[in-house]
């Protein structure tokens, strides 16, 4: 009887201690703040190359001014500090979706010559995430791959849509 018993408790015990291990998203913040930082550089390039033309004949007239206008406006204000925080509810919405329970989401901001840091950080077969990030756009576009894959997946939404989005297409891959 003891002997049932002690098989049951290790049974138990294998079971429960036996969860499949979580998928991995590392999301690389350098490339999206590089990006953001890039798209301000552009952005005040545009502005300073179209100031006088937009005094002239006003912003209605000029194609795609009240788009880089609001560009403009947006990297006026820390674009890192938004990036962050953009981040920051693109963890949110990995940790409350259902959708995205049996994956976890990693980010590193290392610098080039850190690779080999967030190699031994992040587990091998994970999913690499950038964010081409736009200060100010309510929608953010991202890519994707895994280190199995060559082909990218990409879209573009709220931290939201992207969370179901990525979680969607790593559960779709993971299933046998």
Same mark, same amino acid.
């Given at each position: 009887m003891?002997?049932?018993a002690?098989l049951?408790?290790?049974?138990i015990?294998t079971v429960?201690?036996?969860?499949?291990?979580?998928a991995?998203v590392?999301?690389?913040s350098?490339?999206?703040?590089d990006?953001?930082?890039?798209? =301000?550089?552009?952005a005040?390039?545009w502005r300073?190359?179209?100031?006088?033309l937009i005094?002239?004949?006003?912003c209605?007239? $000029?194609t795609? =001014?009240? +788009?880089?206008?609001?560009?403009v406006?947006a990297c006026?204000?820390?674009p890192?500090?938004e990036?962050?925080?953009?981040?920051?509810?693109?963890?949110?919405q990995?940790a409350?979706?259902k959708? =995205?329970?049996? $994956?976890?989401?990693?980010y590193? +901001?290392?610098? +080039?010559?850190?690779?080999? $840091?967030?190699?031994?950080?992040?587990?091998?077969?994970?999913?690499?995430l950038?964010?081409n990030? $736009?200060?100010?756009?309510k929608?953010?576009?991202?890519?994707?791959?895994?280190?199995e894959?060559i082909?990218f997946?990409?879209?573009?939404?709220?931290?939201?849509d992207?969370?179901r989005q990525?979680?969607?297409?790593?559960?779709?891959?993971a299933?046998?």
């Amino acid at each position: 009887m003891k002997q049932l018993a002690a098989l049951s408790l290790s049974l138990i015990v294998t079971v429960v201690g036996c969860d499949r291990p979580k998928a991995v998203v590392a999301l690389d913040s350098r490339w999206t703040v590089d990006f953001a930082k890039e798209t =301000c550089r552009q952005a005040d390039s545009w502005r300073q190359a179209n100031a006088a033309l937009i005094s002239k004949v006003g912003c209605a007239k $000029i194609t795609s =001014c009240s +788009e880089m206008l609001a560009r403009v406006n947006a990297c006026a204000l820390n674009p890192v500090q938004e990036v962050r925080a953009f981040h920051k509810d693109l963890a949110t919405q990995f940790a409350v979706d259902k959708a =995205c329970s049996s $994956i976890q989401l990693v980010y590193y +901001e290392a610098a +080039e010559d850190d690779n080999k $840091i967030r190699n031994d950080a992040v587990p091998k077969g994970h999913y690499n995430l950038w964010l081409n990030y $736009i200060p100010g756009a309510k929608r953010q576009q991202w890519r994707m791959n895994s280190q199995e894959r060559i082909a990218f997946t990409q879209g573009d939404g709220s931290p939201g849509d992207i969370a179901r989005q990525v979680c969607s297409i790593v559960k779709q891959k993971a299933t046998p």
